[in-house]
């Protein structure tokens, strides 16, 4: 983890969070959440995971499928203990309409983040400058604020919303029990490996 994470001011931050930094619980944000606008920050949502999932823009294509998917999920996250926040450089206005208009985004009931200043996107290092939108990026936060996953794709592959789900409690295992870790494509029930010597070229 460097320094440069722990300033006060975002204006001291040289370089994007990455996993294993801690997430400044005094970043704010504005939200669109249960049919009204409110402030939010990481200081709320500390004490239980975090989904923050970035996508391009409203009103588009493949983001309306990817928040619908994760909207069918969402009860799944709460039960597991984790918040999922979207985030695009839209305004709360622009959400609630999109919000209000779209099939796919109505089922969505968690908050949705607006970034119009760019500040969240330029600090989890997903922002597209020279158009003013994000790439697809996905965060998973732990109830400590420490990043554990991070996923960035280009804005023409949509991410699947049941490999976030696993991969949030691959990193939830690995939190709750410590001196294990989850092996490639690991599901909730499965085996883990406890890393030692006697493992070492028997995998």
């Not at 991969?167 to 294990?180: M, S, V």
């Amino acid at each position: 983890m460097t320094d440069t994470h722990t300033d006060d001011t975002l204006d001291d931050i040289w370089s994007p969070l990455t996993v294993g930094d801690v997430v400044p619980e005094e970043i704010g944000f504005e939200v669109y959440h249960e049919d009204r606008i409110r402030q939010m920050s990481f200081k709320d949502l500390r004490g239980g995971w975090t989904i923050l999932f970035f996508y391009p823009a409203d009103f588009t294509f493949v983001c309306p499928t990817e928040l619908g998917e994760m909207a069918d999920l969402y009860e799944t996250f709460k039960k597991d203990g984790a918040e999922i926040v979207s985030v695009s450089t839209d305004t709360v206005h622009v959400h609630k309409a999109w919000h209000d208009t779209s099939a796919m985004v109505k089922k969505v009931s968690f908050p949705m983040a607006a970034d119009p200043a760019h500040e969240l996107s330029d600090l989890f290092g997903v922002l597209i400058a020279e158009k003013g939108i994000t790439h697809r990026g996905t965060f998973i936060i732990s109830p400590e604020g420490v990043i554990k996953t991070l996923e960035v794709n280009d804005d023409a592959v949509g991410r699947s919303g049941k490999e976030t789900l696993r991969k949030f409690r691959a990193a939830k295992h690995a939190l709750d029990n410590p001196g294990t870790v989850c092996p490639a494509s690991w599901e909730e029930g499965g085996e883990t490996l406890t890393p030692g010597l006697d493992l070492v070229g028997k995998l």
